[in-house]
C-alpha cells in the first residue's frame, strides 16, 4: 500500500546510474541524490524490471517518443526507476535510468512490489510521479497489470 500522496514532499534517496554516451564505453557509474532536483520539475516513473515485455514495449517507449512534449511543458528531468543494476538500466539511454538497488527508496514511497514467487525479488512498483521542486504534483499509481496512470499520456495529461 503507498503511503506517498499528491502534496508530499519527496524522501530524500541516491541513486546509481551510467551516465549517457552513445556508445556507453566508460562504464563508469556516478550517483544523483534527489536533492539535485531542489527547484525542477521531475517526470519519475517506475518500472518492475527493465527490459521486461510490459516495462520495455509498453511503459518506456512512449516516454522516449514523447521527449520533447515532455520539455515542451517545462519538464527538466525525465528518469525511470527500477530495482536493477545501473548497467541494465544503462541501456535505455536517452532518459535518466536510475538504479534503486532492492527497491530502498521506493520502500520510503511504500511502493515495492514482491515478485519473489517469479524469482525476481523485491521490485519497485509501477507508477509515475510529476515532482516539482521536491513536492509530489501527481502520483499515478498503476491499479494492475498494464500501463495506464503511469503512461506517457496520463503524465502529459496532467502537466
Known amino acids: 500500500m503507498a503511503s506517498v500522496k499528491v502534496g508530499d514532499t519527496i524522501p530524500e534517496g541516491t541513486f546509481k546510474y551510467v551516465p549517457y554516451t552513445p556508445d556507453l564505453e566508460s562504464g563508469v ?3 544523483l541524490s534527489t536533492n539535485e532536483w531542489k527547484g525542477k520539475k ?3 516513473f517506475s518500472v ?3 527490459f521486461t515485455p510490459t516495462c520495455h514495449v509498453n511503459h518506456l517507449p512512449p516516454y522516449i517518443q514523447k521527449y520533447d512534449e515532455f520539455k515542451a511543458k ?3 528531468v525525465i ?3 527500477a530495482a536493477n543494476d545501473p548497467f541494465v538500466m544503462s541501456g535505455w539511454g536517452r532518459i535518466l535510468a536510475l538504479s534503486d538497488t532492492d527497491a530502498q527508496w521506493n520502500k520510503k514511497l511504500g511502493l515495492t512490489l514482491d515478485l519473489t514467487d517469479k ?3 523485491l521490485r519497485t512498483a509501477r507508477y509515475a510521479l510529476i515532482i516539482d521542486d521536491l513536492v509530489i504534483k501527481y502520483f499515478g499509481p498503476e491499479p494492475g497489470p498494464g500501463v495506464t496512470a503511469s503512461g506517457a499520456d496520463a503524465v502529459l495529461a496532467a502537466l
Open 29 to 31: 557509474t556516478t550517483t
Open 74 to 76: 517545462g519538464v527538466d
Open 42 to 44: 521531475v517526470v519519475l
Open 48 to 50: 518492475p524490471g527493465a
Open 79 to 81: 528518469a525511470v526507476v
Open 119 to 121: 524469482g525476481l525479488g
